[in-house]
């Protein structure tokens, strides 16, 4: 063998596409995680759902006169032993051979075993593409001819086959590497002994057409080869029992969804429901950490991974998308695994009461932007375990406090809403703040209790005024007379004024009464409008028309008019700037307003099983026009954006079973009882975030800050001019209160406030309808 490969460091690596066939892992001691896509091995993750520590691991016949890309080809099948037991076999097939790929975690080692059964007249050839230190740069390789190490960023990597390999060689990719090999010359010719400091390839071919692989990591060499070779000593046919046990044992406890999706459906229907339903549910388990008990992430997968080495893709906790899908194991019958979400959310709460916006599983934050909604859904998720009568985690009331002070403190403004793009104030995010405050109730203090229903009642009051729009081009399109928009970027302006930047469109900008989305759907979700609500079937048949997009799976829907997350009109990657195609997820936001119209819900599930992966993989996005062979985009198939989503996966099982029992799962019985019928506020607040021009009769007002402040004010054009301090309140909120006698027989209160010394140099002015 030559020792050292040529062509240091080699090209640059990417991850894979994020067209996964299926993902997997065995529950028991082990902490790694698998991904199939194109037929191969994609990422695997260790030893934690946020950390991928290989790229890929590809397959190749090589024959007398010519060799296979298996990967490329792309003519293969799945097959498992059931949907709730994620283990796949792939079966690639062509005229003239036959080759079976059984990917199998082991449930109780940091390892993996890949079963292999080739026929027909080829030899298999293996290449592997570690990314150990996350980047994939700065590996070390070497191979001895019985097995491949890596290391790397202090973890390391082994490869061992039960027979040994033959031509093993380790290169830099895209230089010295198998695949290059093969390309140049027929067959392996390299035979290289090291590689260092690169983005290194393992190859080798193997000796026999049938036999098994372990790849197994650990901190050091010593510790991988010793998992690895133990996997294969004690081989697969145990290690595939054990596996199977433990997915038959966590599976037992479902909820009865074969009888959930056989209710009121025809039979083939019905089946096909069922085995989704199994497969989303085993999708959500995968993507729960053993590392870090509780942590879910968004998606064991990379965004158009192909095309870029970030190290962030969707392998990253969102509080919003795990409490998402704690809501669905709930409705599952799941809901230890729920409580387990709440508790590493408690774990990862900030000081000031809300979360990053992402962040690993270990806590450790990615992006830091803030969300009110991401602050108010643990909350909903701690009161729907209470609700429901399980014991909370130890903290929970802690975590409810700081979350609610955050809210109060924060809202209804958010920095971010849930598509992490504007300012503003939002329907979907704010409507989950406003339930939190109600739900929040048993864990705080008389004060604090009182607080923040006063401050719920307000804000919900206020919703139409802040993002329901009475004239628009869609009023005059469509013939309604008004519809809820995606967001008031201005509160001071309400909806009817200003301008909202679509922020991955070069900066272009949208009247705010033309931008419509989805979002509005969580007011009856939650129980704060009926769906039944003449503004809600208002918007409904706005955003039928503008955010519905017909495709062969059905009608999908887009996040907003305008959207530019998702590929470019070519099929090019998504780049920072692209087209926003249909989102699968949202038919179950518009499945759940059909629910509550009365409608058919069958033809949204339909839908969302239409656009699945032929491994039952729901993806965030489907390709929305005209089909593009070169790049294998379909209308209404998954598109280049994450798959499998759980968010989606989450949706699809909270619709089915909503189907059955009538009620989202989401929806607390606090809340919905709260708001059953229009409740006025005892007071109305103003702040610098929530301004308001005139008060409504019988109502009091309280303007207030989140620092101390003296006002100075006078009625009906600033006669009997006054100061008054301000007094703190709950939530480190202080205000000065107008009760509904000082505010009655005038026509309107005038302002400023001096905070410290310094006067804001603004005056404000409210109108007082007459009591």
Not at 60 to 87: E, H, T
Not at 436 to 458: F, I, K, Q, S
Request: charged content about 20%; aromatic content about 8%.
């Amino acid at each position: 063998m030559t020792k050292t490969a040529f062509g240091a460091p080699g090209i640059g690596p990417t991850w894979t596409s994020s067209d996964k066939d299926f993902v997997t892992t065995g529950l028991g001691r082990s902490r790694l995680w698998a991904t199939i896509g194109h037929g191969v091995l994609n990422e695997v993750y260790w030893p934690s759902t946020g950390q991928p520590r290989l790229r890929d691991v590809t397959f190749y016949l090589v024959g007398r006169d010519r060799w296979l890309d298996l990967k490329r080809i792309r003519q293969y099948r799945l097959s498992q032993p059931g949907p709730a037991i994620p283990l796949v076999t792939v079966t690639h097939e062509g005229a003239d051979y036959t080759l079976e790929l059984e990917f199998l975690p082991d449930p109780d080692r940091d390892a993996l075993l890949v079963r292999y059964n080739l026929t027909g007249d080829y030899t298999l050839v293996m290449i592997a593409a570690p990314h150990l230190e996350g980047a994939g740069t700065c590996s070390h390789a070497w191979a001895d001819g019985e097995l491949f190490a890596v290391s790397g960023g202090g973890t390391a990597l082994c490869v061992a086959s039960s027979d040994g390999f033959v031509d093993a060689s380790v290169g830099f990719v895209g230089e010295s590497d198998g695949w290059q090999d093969l390309s140049r010359h027929g067959r392996l010719t390299y035979a290289f002994q090291t590689a260092s400091n690169g983005n290194v390839a393992l190859t080798a071919r193997l000796r026999h057409p049938s036999g098994e692989l372990a790849l197994a990591f650990s901190n050091d060499v010593d510790g991988a080869r010793t998992l690895a070779r133990s996997a294969l000593s004690e081989g697969c046919a145990l290690i595939r029992d054990a596996f199977i046990a433990g997915w038959q044992d966590w599976s037992s406890a479902l909820a009865p969804l074969a009888d959930i999706a056989a209710h009121d459906a025809p039979p083939d229907l019905a089946a096909s429901l069922h085995s989704a339903a199994l497969l989303s549910a085993t999708v959500l388990k995968t993507h729960e950490d053993r590392n870090y008990v509780g942590a879910l992430v968004a998606s064991l997968s990379m965004p158009w991974g192909s095309s870029g080495n970030t190290l962030g893709g969707y392998h990253l906790v969102w509080p919003r998308d795990a409490t998402l899908a704690a809501f669905a194991l709930i409705a599952i019958n799941q809901c230890d695994d729920a409580r387990r979400i709440l508790a590493h959310l408690i774990a990862t709460q900030l000081a000031n009461g809300h979360w990053s916006q992402n962040f690993y599983p270990s806590g450790a934050a990615f992006w830091t932007g803030e969300q009110l909604d991401e602050a108010a859904f643990p909350v909903l998720l701690a009161a729907k375990l209470r609700e429901l009568g399980h014991a909370e985690p130890h903290g929970t009331g802690a975590m409810v406090r700081r979350a609610v002070r955050y809210i109060a403190r924060s809202g209804p403004e958010s920095a971010q809403d849930r598509w992490e793009e504007n300012p503003g104030i939002n329907l979907f995010t704010l409507g989950v703040a406003i339930a939190a405050l109600v739900a929040a109730e048993p864990w705080l203090e008389a004060a604090e209790r009182a607080e923040a229903l006063d401050l719920a009642d307000d804000w919900c009051s206020r919703l139409e005024a802040w993002c329901y729009v009475t004239q628009s081009p869609w009023t005059e399109a469509f013939g309604v007379p008004g519809h809820y928009i995606r967001m008031a970027p201005d509160p001071a302006c309400h909806g009817s004024g200003g301008q909202v930047v679509l922020r991955n469109r070069n900066g272009q900008t949208i009247a705010a009464n033309r931008l419509v989305a989805m979002d509005f759907s969580y007011l009856p979700r939650l129980g704060l409008r009926p769906e039944s609500d003449p503004r809600i079937r208002n918007t409904l048949v706005v955003v039928d028309h503008v955010l519905l997009t017909e495709t062969p799976s059905g009608g999908i829907y887009h996040r907003y008019n305008g959207d530019g997350y998702g590929e470019h009109a070519d099929g090019s990657a998504f780049d920072g700037t692209g087209i926003g195609r249909g989102w699968p997820f949202l038919v179950g936001e518009r499945g759940h307003l059909a629910l509550g119209l009365g409608e058919d819900v069958l033809p949204h599930l339909r839908t969302m099983l239409a656009c699945a992966s032929a491994g039952g993989l729901m993806p965030e996005q489907v390709w929305d026009t005209d089909p593009i062979p070169g790049r294998r985009l379909a209308p209404g198939r998954p598109s280049g954006s994450a798959m499998p989503l759980l968010w989606t996966h989450a949706e699809f099982l909270k619709l089915l079973v909503a189907r059955r029992t009538g009620t989202p799962v989401e929806r607390l019985t606090s809340v919905a009882r709260r708001y059953a019928a229009p409740r006025p506020p005892r007071a109305i607040r103003w702040r610098n975030t929530a301004p308001l021009h005139a008060l409504p009769r019988n109502t009091a007002l309280i303007i207030e800050d989140k620092d101390p402040f003296t006002l100075h004010f006078g009625w009906n054009g600033w006669t009997r001019p006054t100061d008054w301090k301000a007094e703190e309140g709950p939530f480190g909120l202080w205000r000065v209160s107008f009760d509904t006698d000082e505010i009655a027989g005038n026509r309107s209160l005038e302002f400023t406030r001096k905070r410290k010394d310094a006067w804001e140099g603004v005056d404000h002015s409210i109108a007082m309808a007459r009591c």
